[in-house]
């Protein structure tokens, strides 16, 4: 019965099934769970100022994700997530990247902005969403974006950012760059149809677009075995048509030779790849979240001892480029920084109320001129009811 | 001048638009060599290529991220949603990413040159996944622009205007009218101000306001009022987010009635938004209660079609109504 253009190859005559997990995709590893090279792994392009550049990275997201979590407990700031136990995942794919391209991520990637220079003021002020923060306090604390370095700004529905990074890559290539997209992602996120809208596009349309999807085993208390049945993301992105690479994400140098190979590749013949990265939240969802509720201490204290930042720091140490009395000093410098630049921002005070009406179109049109008018009168009346009339922060 | 109906209206639009910048692209659900299921992107493959005017999967939630993320890269994106009725796979898109962009980012990046195109409105035996008037769910999402055409000449100019925007604007088409509607249109480009309201007929007795196919229908209802000695005003209102208040107020502050008709049900419909703020600013010149004449709060069938829209017969009712109040 098969038309004579049928795609009919291999016929077989009797019915079998293709087991749903039958697609089992390796992993790739440069470092042991020690964090020594294994022997014959090819090694990512680094040099000893990447080296330098990525471990700062991952020691400042350190001790600003611990010092923030710590402000959010003492009331400082209303929420926070940390991206503790993917450090590795994150630094190691920004750092194949070139300033150029575009960087869409979920909101667990303040290490990949980090690495671009987005300064400590600059984070705080998006947390504090005072009047120097980008966004002008408009979103909850962790939504950073900055057109500058190239990083979209973040969006909290989850997974929205997927197919409009294909269509940013898609713009990338008809305008001729040089560059194309990151987009990070949950294996949480991965179950939305914006996923699978994405991706089918991304391959159909041939976007040089990299998913980097962030497989950290919690989609907030739902682990893996809940959220898909299967081997991981992996064999979607095959399934999709799209080059596809798992990588153990708590080594750095194979984050990073993974996403320079899929780089070099999606620029070289306009197509997406697909990176799935196996790693470990070690932290919570948020600040709003408790993981003892849904898993163990022996869980995670089984994840901390492969800790891609205790990997890469005994990769540096065993080049001869680093040691402990460097890194405890490091350490220090961030703690004080941190510390000090906490203190500046949390002073600063809110955005102007003009900025309550501003960016909803491009010209502020006549009927919200007129609501910012007649707030203005009526806070007026009532300056003791209204912060923004004393001049005060919320 | 030339005889274009409301296609061929908005085909040189996009011609005229693809021409100019070569930032623009227009793609979707069969749009490219096709030329879309009503052949609205007709001959633009052809003319600019595979890469600018192009088929997408069949996936609208994944046109409209894919839109948002050309146009936050700084390309004009002019999607088709193949009917009004499949906009709602795309809604998580439109109204939390596409209308919030600018506004969440501090204006860091923005999708302010995305159109999005969609054939909206009954009238063509389509039942009721072919025929919906989504407008006011998009009218209640600060961050984006709906515009609604009644003819080729509109068409052309307000499509063209939403192109060169600096906001998303979603362009409701009336299919019904896609044919049907003939006129003279410039074969040149030209735009018309969004966000400014016409007043097609001049009267005195009553305002009568509408948009989009449903002019049509007003205008026929107006003339049946005219041969009884009462004179309509007819305003459409083109552009409904935002909305022109004051062209709408002058009106009825002059005539002392509103009668407002849209294909929509009547509940949560966009003439509510219109029948309280004409309320508020023009109280004290209101001779009757506003009007609403509006489709049924059901779906839109199928078989009984003319009892539930709102045709001329059920306006010249509330025309009569209003003016002997």
């Given at each position: 019965m098969n038309r004579p253009d049928s795609k009919v190859v291999n016929a077989i005559h009797q019915a079998s099934f293709i087991r749903g997990d039958a697609l089992e995709i390796p992993t790739l590893q440069v470092l042991d769970a020690q964090g020594d090279v294994?022997?014959?792994?090819?090694?990512?392009?680094?040099?000893?100022?990447?080296?330098?550049?990525?471990?700062?990275?991952?020691a400042f997201i350190r001790v600003f994700d611990e010092r923030m979590v710590a402000s959010q407990r003492q009331g400082r700031i209303s929420f926070y997530m940390t991206c503790k136990g993917e450090?590795?995942?994150?630094?190691?794919?920004?750092?194949?990247?070139?300033?150029?391209?575009?960087?869409?991520?979920?909101?667990?990637?303040?290490?990949?902005?980090?690495?671009?220079?987005?300064?400590?003021?600059?984070?705080?002020?998006?947390?504090?969403?005072?009047?120097?923060?980008?966004g002008k306090g408009r979103q909850m604390p962790i939504h950073y974006g900055s057109n500058e370095l190239n990083y979209m700004?973040?969006?909290?529905?989850?997974?929205?950012?997927?197919?409009?990074?294909?269509?940013?890559?898609?713009?990338?290539?008809?305008?001729?760059?040089?560059?194309?997209?990151?987009?990070?992602?949950?294996?949480?996120?991965?179950?939305?149809?914006?996923?699978?809208?994405?991706?089918?596009?991304?391959?159909?349309?041939?976007?040089?677009?990299?998913?980097?999807?962030?497989?950290?085993?919690?989609?907030?208390?739902?682990?893996?075995?809940?959220?898909?049945?299967?081997?991981?993301?992996?064999?979607r992105g095959v399934g999709y048509g799209i080059e596809t690479i798992r990588v153990d994400g708590n080594d750095l140098l194979a984050v990073l030779l993974a996403t320079q190979t899929a780089r070099a590749y999606a620029l070289e013949h306009n197509k997406p790849v697909l990176i799935e990265a196996m790693s470990y939240r070690l932290g919570a969802h948020s600040t709003s979240d408790d993981p003892s509720g849904y898993r163990s201490k022996?869980?995670?204290?089984?994840?901390?001892?492969?800790?891609?930042?205790?990997?890469?720091?005994?990769?540096?140490?065993?080049?001869?480029?680093?040691?402990?009395?460097?890194?405890?000093?490091?350490?220090?410098?961030y703690r004080t920084e941190v510390l000090s630049e906490l203190k500046i921002s949390e002073k600063i005070g809110a955005p102007a109320l003009e900025e309550l009406v501003t960016d909803v179109y491009h010209d502020v049109p006549k009927h919200l001129q007129d609501q910012l008018t007649e707030l203005k009168s009526h806070i007026a009346k009532y300056p003791d009811a209204y912060p923004s009339a004393k001049g005060e922060s919320h | 001048m030339a005889q274009m109906n409301l296609l061929h209206a908005i085909n040189s639009a996009l011609d005229h638009a693809m021409e100019k910048d070569e930032r623009v692209m227009c793609f979707g659900e069969d749009v490219g060599h096709f030329g879309g299921v009503f052949r609205a992107t007709s001959g633009l493959q052809e003319k600019y290529g595979k890469a600018r005017c192009f088929n997408t999967p069949l996936v609208e939630q994944g046109i409209l991220g894919f839109a948002n993320g050309l146009a936050a890269q700084g390309s004009v994106p002019i999607c088709e949603i193949q009917f009004a009725d499949y906009i709602f796979p795309a809604f998580d898109?439109?109204?939390?990413?596409?209308?919030?962009?600018?506004?969440?980012?501090?204006?860091?990046?923005?999708?302010?040159?995305?159109?999005?195109?969609?054939?909206?409105?009954?009238?063509?035996?389509?039942?009721?996944?072919?025929?919906?008037?989504?407008?006011?769910?998009?009218?209640?999402?600060?961050?984006?622009k709906v515009v609604v055409p009644r003819n080729p000449y509109q068409a052309k100019g307000l499509l063209t205007a939403c192109i060169n925007d600096k906001d998303p604007v979603i362009f409701f088409e009336p299919k019904r009218l896609y044919r049907a509607s003939v006129g003279e249109v410039p074969e040149e480009s030209y735009e018309i101000?969004?966000?400014?309201?016409?007043?097609?007929?001049?009267?005195?007795?009553?305002?009568?306001?509408?948009?989009?196919?449903?002019?049509?229908?007003?205008?026929?209802?107006?003339?049946?009022?005219?041969e009884q000695g009462i004179s309509c005003e007819v305003i459409d209102l083109r552009t409904l987010a935002p909305w022109?208040?004051?062209?709408?107020?002058?009106?009825?502050?002059?005539?002392?009635?509103?009668?407002?008709?849209?294909?929509?049900?009547?509940?949560?419909?966009?003439?509510?938004?219109?029948?309280?703020?004409?309320?508020?600013?023009?109280?004290?010149?209101?001779?009757?209660?506003?009007?609403?004449?509006?489709?049924?709060?059901?779906?839109?069938?199928?078989?009984?079609?003319?009892?539930?829209?709102?045709?001329?017969?059920?306006?010249?009712?509330?025309?009569?109504a209003s003016v002997n109040f």
């Open positions: 294994i022997d014959g792994a090819q090694m990512p392009d680094i040099d000893e100022a990447l080296a330098h550049k990525i471990y700062d990275t991952l450090e590795a995942a994150i630094t190691g794919s920004a750092a194949a990247l070139s300033d150029d391209d575009m960087i869409m991520a979920q909101y667990r990637e303040q290490a990949a902005l980090r690495f671009r220079g987005f300064s400590t003021p600059n984070f705080m002020n998006q947390l504090f969403s005072n009047a120097k923060d980008l700004t973040i969006s909290s529905p989850l997974a929205t950012q997927i197919p409009q990074a294909a269509g940013y890559a898609y713009g990338q290539k008809m305008a001729g760059k040089d560059a194309l997209t990151i987009c990070y992602f949950g294996e949480g996120a991965a179950s939305e149809g914006d996923f699978h809208a994405g991706l089918n596009m991304a391959a159909v349309l041939k976007c040089p677009t990299v998913f980097f999807c962030r497989n950290n085993g919690y989609a907030i208390s739902t682990g893996t075995d809940e959220q898909y049945a299967g081997d991981g993301i992996a064999p022996e869980e995670e204290e089984l994840w901390a001892q492969i800790d891609g930042v205790l990997r890469f720091k005994t990769w540096m140490i065993n080049q001869g480029w680093w040691d402990e009395d460097k890194d405890a000093a490091l350490y220090e410098k | 898109q439109i109204v939390n990413e596409t209308a919030k962009f600018r506004y969440r980012s501090g204006n860091e990046f923005n999708v302010g040159s995305l159109v999005i195109r969609t054939p909206y409105g009954g009238g063509i035996a389509g039942g009721l996944y072919h025929s919906q008037s989504p407008e006011a769910y998009f009218t209640g999402t600060p961050g984006i101000e969004l966000g400014k309201a016409e007043v097609v007929t001049e009267g005195k007795d009553v305002t009568l306001l509408g948009w989009g196919a449903q002019m049509e229908i007003i205008e026929q209802a107006a003339q049946m009022a005219g022109d208040v004051d062209t709408v107020a002058k009106s009825v502050t002059k005539t002392g009635r509103l009668i407002i008709s849209h294909e929509a049900p009547i509940t949560g419909g966009f003439a509510g938004e219109i029948s309280a703020t004409i309320s508020d600013v023009c109280f004290l010149h209101l001779e009757s209660p506003i009007a609403r004449v509006c489709g049924l709060d059901t779906p839109y069938p199928l078989m009984q079609e003319k009892e539930y829209v709102a045709d001329k017969l059920k306006i010249f009712e509330a025309i009569k």
